[in-house]
């Protein structure tokens, strides 16, 4: 009984410890469908800017993406990662610089990519967009179980598949996707004023939601809920590529970066997250390459299994830009378990922690 006592003991002391080893209490999680990350690191590309097929006024676009400097022309698209999160955390998958990072799974679409980036593995059984439930637990649903963080979690999204992604129905966690609704006296007026306008407004993509309409609503949740976990994923960039639109897939980089700006600017002015928050931003998979092929993705798509990922929190030292290493999706997962003190557990073993996002 006494051994049982002792064991008991040093297993709690061994869990205070690990949850201790972090400043981080919060994570954010932001996905950005299908940006490629050619120009997240080089800004427009002038294949794409200067075609007249994806980009209907090209002046307008060299105004406002252009210069001859590719560091300038990143800067231009995303200033807000650049500048800040870039500076004040790290950022990886320039593969001209020799970062890579890369999708596990097989398919190089947006199911199996956005599985793996929450279930921590590449499960060849998620292999179509229509699959259902998912059969696999996300990290969200598992920290959503854990003391301290039940009904902590949420998700909103564009694309109304997360809801089968995350399983909502047996995880519990909170999913708010395409055109549904938020209510609640906790939320105040704007919120109806949304809820309203997201039904108004061109269903432009047939039944996914436009990404300001989903951000608006989530900073409210944020604001009004105060989440351990908050997960946003856009959709916009994926659906402008696949019609073609050059010019719209870059104003809706340019201004999801301000979406992500916004939310991290009051995160550091609110007493509840600043300084115990991780922001991580990232993509469920890549594009291809060349001027046809960026419209596109998938295993007949040379180039689109590449992605790419920035992360800024009181946990990952300012390193900035990686110039070396390989990376995947699958190790999100394991790494926001730990960075809130956590370590995840699956049926599959999940891909490990990138270690320098967590200081080590």
Known sequence: MKFLSFLLLILFIGSSSLQSQTKTKNVILITIDGLRWQEVFNGADTALLNNKTYTKKPEDLTRKFWNADANKRREMLMPFVWGTVAKKGQIYGNRNRGSLVNVANPYWFSYPGYSEILCGIADERVNSNDLGPNPNTTVLEFINKQKDFEGKVAVFASWGTLNDIVNEQRSNVYVNAAFESLSGKEFGPKIELLNEMQSRLPDVFFGIRLDAATFNMGFEYLKAKKPRVLHISFDE???????????????????????????????????????KTTLLITVDHGRGADPEGWKSHGTKTPHSDETWFAVIGPDTPAKGESTSGQYYNKQYAQTIAKLLGLAYTNVQTPGDAILPVLGK
């Open 237 to 275: 960039t994926d659906d402008f590529a696949h019609h073609g639109s050059y010019d719209y897939y870059m104003n809706s980089a340019r201004y999801t970066d301000d979406f992500i700006k916004q939310i991290w600017s009051w995160v550091q002015s609110n007493s509840h997250y600043k300084d």
